[in-house]
């Protein structure tokens, strides 16, 4: 409410230098009714030109900073919102204070505190990251990667979006001072993207969709870049398993290395809080051991994947239970546990 009021006020050329001035005081009240007010007026303010038509630009930025680190959570999201805007009222500006920006983003991203705060700083910092070059990011560039992967699996369904939205932008952004570093990432965390391609979510699952489709290049296996596109490309409906069952053949031709850090990373996904993410982890798993010669490849531990999917044929889902069943008949039929 009160930033519709802003934005009207704005809108209006009501606001005045003199106003202004006269709200600056409020960002330090006592009162965090007027901090709130007050900072979400500033934050309104950083989208219109008139911040550095009056000049105003350095002053509401410092304040926005040290709004960043109030004790009010709605303080901080304001204050976070603020920073973003910048890129509407005053884009040319942006590269220039771009260090300052990303410094109290990312530190916003782990604010022990309030989901909103963090939601709104990944909002802010995809604004940010659409005006820039991977030169421009700098050494945050690192700092931002690891905190991005940290939502990959939370869950709060809007902080897992937004994370597979900023790790796209970052992997569009990334041509050659990064591109090392970032593959690294991917290898750490494409397994959890292929997992949420079947997010609960069906609006995460779709970001989940792109990010992967941006991220698998970096793998560096080019048929199986290729395999991947033909799942991918387009709006076509995917299907998951089909996809799994090509990566997994053409990583055991290819990159056996890779198979073993899916199936390693897979397995971890068994007591997942999300009963699809169960399913489908204990699917995968499947169907890589359909894949992998298991007299020459020592890494499946079968004892105790036998011992994890008996666990999960009692799983409070039904879906879980019936997958762990089929895939404990396909990799030993008539086997009991112990023998």
């Known amino acids: 409410m009160r930033e519709c009021v802003c934005w009207l006020l704005l809108r209006s050329g009501l606001i005045t230098p003199e106003i202004i001035q006269s ?53 901080r999201q304001m204050a976070v919102r603020g920073l973003g805007n910048l890129v509407y009222g005053a884009p040319e500006k942006l590269k220039k204070h771009k260090k300052f920006l990303m410094v109290i983003l990312i530190r916003a991203l782990s604010d ?21 070059k991977e030169k421009d990011i700098g050494s945050s560039f690192r700092d ?34 990064w591109k090392g570093y970032f593959a690294e990432q991917v290898r750490q965390s494409w397994v959890t993207l292929l997992l949420h391609l079947q997010d609960p979510n069906p609006r995460v699952s779709v970001e989940c969709r792109a990010t992967f489709h941006l991220c698998v290049p970096f793998l560096g296996l080019k048929r199986l870049q290729t395999a991947v596109n033909e799942h991918l490309d387009g709006t076509a409906e995917l299907k998951p398993e089909e996809l799994q069952v090509d990566i997994c053949r ?27 993410i169960r399913a489908v982890a204990v699917k995968l798993a499947g169907i890589i051991l359909e894949h992998t010669d298991r007299q020459r490849m020592k890494w499946p531990n079968l004892d105790h994947l036998l011992m994890s999917l008996q666990f999960l044929k009692k799983d409070p889902s039904p879906s879980v239970q019936l997958v762990a069943t089929e895939v404990l008949n396909d990799i030993c039929p008539g086997r009991v546990l112990g023998e």
């Open 250 to 276: 053409h990583l055991a031709k290819e990159n056996a290395e890779l198979l073993e850090n899916l199936y390693k990373s897979t397995i971890m996904y068994f007591f997942s809080r999300w009963e699809e």
């Open 112 to 132: 022990p505190f309030s989901s909103e705060v963090i939601g709104e700083s990944m909002k802010a910092v995809a604004k940010v990251l659409k005006e820039l």
């Open 144 to 177: 931002l990667t690891q905190e991005i992967r940290t939502y990959f699996d939370n869950e709060d369904d809007a902080l897992r979006l937004w994370s597979f939205v900023l790790f796209g932008i970052l992997a569009r952004l990334t041509k050659r001072k």
């Open 23 to 75: 709200l600056l005081p409020w960002v330090n009240s006592p009162s965090e009714n007027h901090r709130v007010t007050s900072t979400a007026f500033l934050a309104q303010l950083m989208s219109d030109p008139m911040l550095r038509e009056k000049k105003f630009l350095k002053p509401v930025l410092h304040i926005l900073e040290e709004k960043s680190h109030d004790r009010n959570s709605i303080v």
